[in-house]
């Protein structure tokens, strides 16, 4: 081969492999959706820095003090809110959705780079259909609304309205204006509470219009097809429905051993229709109706057969939407809406049969609505709380609802069982559903089961007569695995768990509540004297926090000072860490430099949500992202994870008699005018240590504390718990 | 009573016996688990004698009585025992002055005292404090050593060079309400309110004065106690403390 068309051939490979039409997504062993590509500069620069800047700008502007003042906070509240945003791990850069999205916004543009060049792109991972700009140029698309979106053209209008958000300024201009309607000047003096809300919705209504017009008339300058307009707010008003309607068959879940009657069946599903009242007095948005109106006047003087659909190719959008549509899976999962998450994985599963993505979730799903069934059973003092989104239910994700609800607690427990167990059957290798599965049938034994499980479960097949007989399939769920070591052996682990259990309870009944939380107190603060010995060499500190707040002035929360703190947090964790010999890395998002890799990025957010779901779980169930951690764990060879920071509120001291008398005697004087000079302070520092492999919060300290956050206090509790880290117990 | 001194004192050991088993779980200030602490504590004391001062007269301006205080000294050493105890030890220097003026004698004299302090600091949970830092309350045993000097009598009937010098020893029970906080990480700051309860037990290890000056002195012995018991009863006190560490 000619050396110049070796060359060629090398280029148009590589090209091919860099394109998002052409790199397959492995969509069977598909992963959710991370950021790639370099970190924005954005994530570099510190919320104080940009606020800075802004308040700087605005100086330059001719404005009256008190409106340059309520700008300065706007930019002020906005610059941290939105970086909290930035950092919080739900956002997504640089993959080929927000890489497509971006496609868009270049068409949209073209004629205007500078404008585009301001405007940055994020996708959100949220599964409901919206997207939002912000005055910093941040335009922001759920992975939601790429879902269920039916062409580039209705992206397209969408982006251009969001743009005009960003190139008016409206939140800063609604931002003047709320306050100037809180504080009852011109027109809005006064105007009763009521009225007051009514009007900040009324004039955020009026930005919306604006938007909508201005938007327009950039779209039609797009080259993008007009029918997308219509079809937009058809989208909108359905906001509340799946982006699919595929009807839901519960047999996919049946075998020899598993069937379902009929009381799990749904009748008939409520039909998918708009939800939407006619008063939209208290909307930020006028009506849909009201919108559609609007631009059928406008539309219908235009020539609607120009324009076109997709001018990027079709292809390139459906690969992004189905990328979309996996994600939506995940993200579910990650929300904890278990329900949601088991349709919309069934759905993909029908329509890619054996894909392993969707059956893992489908089990991930199965699993976390069994752990919250026996979460909820177990805490008796917990009133079961109503499913609000059933009352909105429509079409077919309603009959999947409707079968979930239907099964019994126990129903529920031997189904996520069995499905875990074949899950983990069939792809042995996957550590997370091992891990889910062994976690299942333990609590199947633990939570269901009232006798002995060899009494219990049956090792017949279930027979259309059992079925006839209005028959559970719990006891026959696993006929054919009574004979399996590995199943009998996390039985008989469940029972030991059991019976300890038991023996607690029983140990406990004996005694009045008064003593066992008093027993309970003592063994706490006995533990919090004395301290923990967790004896771990590594330590991997996630996110550090710090906030202050006082409570004298009128924004409590110092943003800027709680920034400025937090860095020097982060320094003190290193830094005493060093001194300890205890090696410790502290992964935080607020503090990314020029070094930071994106897949240092990425494993901050997998932590990140590793840590919340333990936290808010509040009991032993295995992560939803399992699997992402297992190579940070090998990376930083610990699996110890710890996540700390100190919460400070400082107020004004209340004067009381005892203060008074202090002062008033010469002889205690001098403690007088301290105790009245110096402000009163609520501080909390706490820290979490967890461990990765026994998935669970190791060691947790809730330190209140009435001193001044000084340095030294701070750093005490800090090395507190980082001592206790290190310690190793004496005891073999 | 002297025997409730013995228990107070043994009960006091045992408790840092009981904790030293976990001391390994004494985190300090950042590691460093001992401390020196040097500082001063005051009392406004308008209507008593001080050092060189004799017979007490009648304060005119109100001004002045407030800012009358006596001072002491005080060297103080501790040990952190685990994160809410502390074991401490130290000396408190006073120099005061004594009168006494009964019919038909009247003297005066300056009082050298010494404390000698042993204690245990107990840091509270509730506070979410870690020793060294935080509120904190301390007791503990101390001895006080007097030395008085008497500088004037005016009786009829003796010799005002016959009189000289006196020492007497005293049992003493300590008590102290304080915060520390730091400050550079190197520097401690504490502030305090002390109580000493002398207790009325006192021995006289020397005393030279015979006849009738000896006989005039010891029938002051009540008036003394009184003093020194009012002196240490309730004090301020301020003290800067360095941290070290401890090699094992």
Redesign the interface.
Known sequence: MHPKNLVLAILVVLIGFSSPQLSAQDFDNYTPTVSQGPLPQDLMISSTEKYLKAKADSKREKNKRRVRKTKEKFYLQTNFVLDELLTSGQLIFNDPMTNYVKGILDNILKGNPRLRKEIKLYMVRSASINAFATDRGEIFVNVGLLAKINNEAELAFILCHEIQHYVERHNLEAFVKFKEIERGRGDYKRQKNYEKIVSKHSYSKNLEREADKKGFELFLKSGYSLNAVEKVFDLLALSHTSYSDTGFDFSFLESDYIKFNDKVKIEEVNEISELEGKDDSLSTHPSIDERRENFEKVISKEDRKKGKDFIQSKTQFDLVQKIARFDICDILISYRAYSAAFYHSYVLLKEYPKNSYAEKNIAKALYGIAQYTNKNSSDYEEEEEEDETESILQGQMQAAFYFLTKLSDKEKNMLAGRYCWKMHQKYPKDKQMELMAQDMIEDIIIFSLEKDYKNYFKKEKMTGELMTQDKSFAPYAFGDLLDNETFIEWLESGEKYRKRREKRKNEAEGESIYKRRKTAREKA?KK????V?LGRDKLLVINPLYLKANGRKKDPVRLVESEARQKEFKGWIET?SE??GLKTTVLDVKHITKKTTIGEYNEIMAINRWVDELLTNDMYMISSNYNELLPIVEKYKTTTFAYTGALVYKNRRKIGYAEILYTLF??T???GV?LLATPKYD?L?FSFVFDFEENRVLHKEI??????D????I???L??ML??VK?KS?KK | MKSYIIIFFVVLLASCFTYEA?A??A?G???KRFFVEFGSSV??NNTLNRYNENDKEPINSNVR??LLYSYNLQLNGFYAL???RMIGGGVTYSRLGFGANEYPTSINANVNSLLLNVYVRDYS??????AP???YFQYGVSAVFNNRFFRQSTSAYTNPENFGAQSYISPAINMEWG?T?????KLLFT?A?QSTIILPYGIDTHSKEQGIEGIIIRGQSDSMYNRIFTHYM?R?KIAVGLPFKVKK
Request: cysteine-free; glycine content about 8%.
């Open positions: 603060e919090r004297k004395k301290g010995t005493l001194d300890l010469p002889q004087m001098p403690y301290s501080n520092y330190n209140y504390m009435k001193q001044k000084r340095d030294g206090v750093k005490s509790n090395y507190w001592h206790q310690a004496s | 976990t390994q779980s985190p200030l950042y590691g009392m406004n009585a407030l685990s994160r809410l949970l509730g506070d979410g404090s870690i830092l935080g509120p915060n906080t730091v400050v550079k990480d502030f309110t309730i301020f």
